[in-house]
C-alpha cells in the first residue's frame, strides 16, 4: 500500500486549499480512506473519512461544513477541499486507508495502518 499526499502549503485565513491522495498497490475502490491531521504538540486527529462506495462520510465537528471530502476511484485519488481556513487547521495532513468489514465508517487513526507521508498546511493570519 502507498499513499502519496499533496497540496498543502501557505494560506491566508480564511483561504482554500486542495489536497490530493493518490494510491497505489492495493484495490483503491474497496478500501475507506481518510484524512487526519496532526498539529506540534498535539495528538493526531481525525479530519474526515470516506467510506469506499463513497456513500458514506464523517467530518470532524470542527471542519464539518467547511472542508468537503471526495474520492475519484478511477483515478485512485483522495480530495480534501478546504474552505474559509483558520490558524487552527495549520497542521500536517495525512491520509491514510484500511479495509474493514461491515457498514460503519471507521475515523479513528488508531483504526488506520496504512499512512501516506504528510503534506504540511500552514494558515497566516
Known amino acids: 500500500v502507498q499513499l502519496q499526499a499533496s497540496g498543502g502549503g501557505l494560506v491566508r485565513v480564511g483561504g482554500s486549499l486542495r489536497l490530493s491522495c493518490v494510491g497505489s498497490?492495493?484495490?483503491?475502490?474497496?478500501?475507506?480512506i481518510g484524512w487526519f491531521r496532526q498539529a506540534p504538540g498535539k495528538e493526531r486527529e481525525a479530519v474526515s473519512c470516506?467510506?469506499?462506495?463513497?456513500?458514506?462520510?464523517y467530518y470532524s465537528p470542527s471542519v464539518k461544513g467547511r472542508f468537503t471530502i471526495s474520492r475519484d476511484n478511477a483515478k485512485k485519488t483522495l480530495y480534501l477541499e478546504m474552505n474559509s481556513l483558520k490558524p487552527e487547521d495549520a497542521a500536517v495532513y495525512y491520509c491514510?486507508?484500511?479495509?474493514?468489514?461491515?457498514?460503519?465508517?471507521?475515523?479513528?487513526?488508531?483504526?488506520?495502518?496504512?499512512w501516506g507521508q504528510g503534506t504540511l498546511v500552514t494558515v497566516s493570519s
Open positions: 498497490g492495493f484495490p483503491f475502490k474497496d478500501y475507506a
Open positions: 470516506i467510506s469506499a462506495s463513497r456513500d458514506v462520510t
Open positions: 491514510a486507508t484500511e479495509q474493514f468489514h461491515g457498514i460503519i465508517l471507521q475515523c479513528d487513526p488508531l483504526q488506520y495502518h496504512s
